[in-house]
């Protein structure tokens, strides 16, 4: 069984766009989050909600929005997209609020091109 | 704020050489600190972790000493094989902060 699964892996669009990205975890855990690694695979964390509740919310424009349904799923939309939004976005999930010395799972992935 | 510096990349090897990945972080208090592996075109996998100093985590041949005084948890293998061929990502995590942060990433290339 697929820890944290993400749809689509590949996403490409045209600038100014609306699209989504959504993730689900089955392990229970009451954490998840949203990163952004770019070509240099540097991972900025964007994103981590807790019991659906928004814990962090880093630098990042409003043009994205999360949205946790249920604490198995941490969805992220993304509006009018730019051609600096190209990226692999990765889901993860843990147990504890970040801390504690917990791992985090991460999905396969999602890599989105905006042309 | 907590933040981890790993060594730049890329890293070149031919198989059965030994590596080490520098890995040293900054963080008040008693962080965990992980090590992750990217294989193309995957997510992250934890490839071993420590929780507190002294400790050694250790994995498919890999290991990590979690050294306090030196706050350093470098990545070490004695013979590395061209399936070791990855991005590694050192990481910590602790009670104070709400996520894991993560250094740059080493990318390792092994060759035949």
């Known amino acids: 069984d697929t820890a944290v699964s993400q749809t689509p892996k590949y996403l490409v669009t045209q600038m100014g766009n609306d699209k989504s990205i959504k993730c689900e975890q089955n392990l229970g855990h009451d954490t998840m989050y949203w990163y952004k690694q770019d070509s240099k695979k540097f991972l900025k964390i964007m994103f981590s909600?807790?019991?659906?509740?928004?814990?962090i919310n880093e630098t990042v424009p409003n043009r994205f929005s999360p949205k946790s349904p249920d604490k198995a799923h941490l969805n992220l939309h993304i509006n009018s997209l730019e051609l600096g939004d190209s990226a692999v976005y990765f889901c993860?999930?843990?147990?504890?609020?970040?801390?504690?010395?917990?791992?985090?799972?991460f999905g396969p992935g999602t890599r989105l091109t905006v042309l | 704020g907590n933040s981890v510096t790993q060594m730049e990349g890329p890293v070149t090897l031919s198989e059965e050489a030994f590596l080490t990945i520098n890995c040293t972080y900054t963080a008040t208090g008693y962080p965990s600190l992980f090590w992750y592996v990217q294989y193309p075109g995957e997510g992250l996998q934890l490839l071993l972790k420590?929780?507190?100093?002294?400790d050694k985590g250790s994995n498919k041949g890999f290991e990590a000493t979690y050294r306090k005084e030196t706050t350093s948890f470098h990545l070490e293998k004695g013979s590395v094989q061209v399936s070791d061929s990855a991005v590694y990502f050192c990481a910590l995590s602790s009670y104070n902060n709400n996520d894991m942060r993560f250094g740059a990433g080493t990318r390792l290339t092994v060759k035949p």
């Open positions: 420590a929780t507190k100093a002294d």
């Open positions: 993860a999930s843990s147990q504890e609020v970040g801390g504690g010395g917990d791992e985090q799972f």
């Open positions: 909600y807790n019991n659906k509740e928004l814990i």
